[in-house]
């Protein structure tokens, strides 16, 4: 199968869509990926959304831009974003591959002619019926697996095992409003120290570890909505280089893309 040129677009541009775009950057598509305009993303380090604030970013050396046209992506040697909830991008450029990585739990609006070659990632697809396989996200055994009949492991709402610590380690919106930092991704803190307030009410970390993630302050924010992320392995490296996870779930796109449909 010849990739090299090839054209995929990647539905969501957060860190577990990043590790999926970087492997295919890397084996030779053109990527062009699919943002909402104030992209909901936590590990704004890994992910390529970041270039949906700042006009472009750099992931583990793989350079994004916004753009803002879908043909755009042709004329970069880099990785392509745009703003395209809907997926309007998807008729217009007629992709070899589409991934949907939005991470949702739940399928937007996939469908399996979309494309030769249509992947889903995570709960919310069943194989041979919206998408061609599915590829599980759920930490543990079967973590990258490509599934050609079903659907990948639901939901439990419980996120996965770090260091013994699960929701421990998630930061919540105390209210509804705009995060005000006071501190930034990769800096250590402690349990119980101020990572920023919402509406003018704090936000403080449950455990001692890295802040690997913190969402842009530009988003809105409703009470009870994940805003960031403390990684109590403690390793400033982790929150600027694409996760293990990120990876497996990459390699699990890459064999469906190989197999083909």
């Known amino acids: 199968m010849l990739i090299n040129g090839r054209l995929s677009i990647v539905r969501g541009g957060g860190d577990i869509a ?3 775009i970087y492997r295919l950057w890397k084996c030779g ?15 704004r380090t890994v992910s390529v959304a970041s270039a949906v ?3 472009k970013c750099t992931v583990d ?3 994004a831009a916004l753009v ?5 992506v042709f004329l970069s040697s880099g990785v392509s974003v745009i703003v395209d909830p809907e997926g309007k991008s998807i008729a217009k450029l007629h992709p070899h591959v589409v991934v949907d990585a939005i991470m949702a739990k739940k399928n937007t609006g996939t469908t399996i002619d979309m494309a030769p070659l249509v992947i889903g990632v995570g709960p919310g697809f069943t194989a041979n019926v919206d998408v ?3 590829v599980e996200t759920k930490r543990g055994h079967t973590l990258g697996r490509v599934i050609s009949e079903g659907a990948a492991i639901p939901n439990t709402g419980i996120p996965g095992t770090e260091g013994g610590y699960t929701t ?5 919106a105390p209210a509804d409003g705009y995060l005000a930092p006071c501190r930034e991704i990769g800096d250590h803190v402690e349990p119980g120290a101020l990572i920023g307030t919402v509406d003018g009410v704090e936000v403080r970390a449950h455990i001692r570890g890295m ?3 913190l969402i842009h302050p530009s988003v809105y924010v409703t009470k009870g909505m994940k805003i960031g992320d403390v990684d109590p392995r403690d390793i400033r490296e982790h929150c600027f280089t694409i996760s293990d996870k990120a990876f497996a779930v990459a390699g699990g796109v890459l064999e469906g893309v190989l197999r083909g449909s």
């Open 211 to 213: 802040l690997r993630g």
């Open 53 to 55: 604030f700042s006009g």
């Open 168 to 172: 421990e380690r998630l930061l919540r």
């Open 132 to 134: 061609h396989y599915v």
């Open 18 to 20: 990043t590790g999926i």
């Open 68 to 72: 803002s046209s879908p043909e755009d």
């Open 61 to 63: 050396g793989m350079p």
């Open 29 to 43: 598509f053109k990527v062009l990926a699919l943002e909402i305009s104030k992209p909901l993303v936590v590990r």
